[in-house]
T-cell receptor, first 115, second 116 residues
């Protein structure tokens, strides 16, 4: 099955700096890669996603890049703010095209933005 | 946007008893729902995939007789933890995929189960 590795496990940045979180996946058939933000005791919230036919996607301060050849994708947060502090999870879809998609999650990154 | 609810949000039960958790899609029909378990400071681990009108598909290592899943309608799936033990204490989260979207999963708010 699919295996998703995520690094780093913890990341501290100064407010205003950028944060980068990286993930690798094992199944070359994976074609959907969402990123989630989870605050303590709350549900994961989708913040951005990318499909395998796209190399980069940006939404305001958040961007995701995908390298299909190397099987890795990254989350970039610019101009970080204290409210960006949370646990971030990457995920990869292992379902076949056209059917419901099971997600395999990375291990998570605790991001702390220091004021 | 698509909303998924879970009930209860928190439950405390005694060892040996059973607990039922409900997952509802409030404004869309969910052909598929997923059940995850999340231990403190860990990732979400998929337990099972629930399809309306058919038997759930369990992940390796998840006991189907212990974690009973029923997806009786397009808006409701239930997870029953039978004969609960303290090691079953965890955060249980469901998610749903609408019939109109094959990618995005909409997550419920989670249920904190504590077995004493």
């Amino acid at each position: 099955g699919e295996n998703v590795e995520q690094h780093p496990s913890t990341l501290s940045v100064q407010e205003g700096d950028s944060a980068v979180i990286k993930c690798t996946y094992s199944d070359s058939a994976s074609n959907y890669f969402p990123w989630y933000k989870q605050e303590l005791g709350k549900r994961p919230q989708l913040i951005i996603d990318i499909r395998s036919n796209v190399g980069e996607k940006k939404d305001q301060r958040i961007a995701v890049t995908l390298n299909k050849t190397a099987k890795h994708f990254s989350l970039h947060i610019t101009e970080t703010q204290p409210e960006d502090s949370a646990v971030y999870f990457c995920a990869a879809s292992i379902g076949p095209s056209g059917s419901a998609r099971q997600l395999t999650f990375g291990s998570g990154t605790q991001l702390t933005v220091l004021p | 946007g698509a909303v998924v609810s879970q009930h209860p949000s928190r439950v405390i039960c005694k060892s040996g008893t059973s607990v039922k958790i409900e997952c509802r899609s409030l404004d869309f029909q969910a052909t598929t729902m997923f059940w995850y378990r999340q231990f403190p400071k860990q990732s979400l681990m998929l337990m099972a995939t629930s399809n309306e009108g058919s038997k759930a598909t369990y992940e390796q290592g998840v006991e189907k007789d212990k974690f009973l899943i029923n997806h009786a309608s397009l808006t409701l799936s239930t997870l029953t933890v039978t004969s609960a033990h303290p090691e079953d204490s965890s955060f249980y989260i469901c998610s749903a995929i609408s019939s109109g979207s094959l990618n995005e999963q909409y997550f419920g708010p989670g249920t904190r189960l504590t077995v004493t």
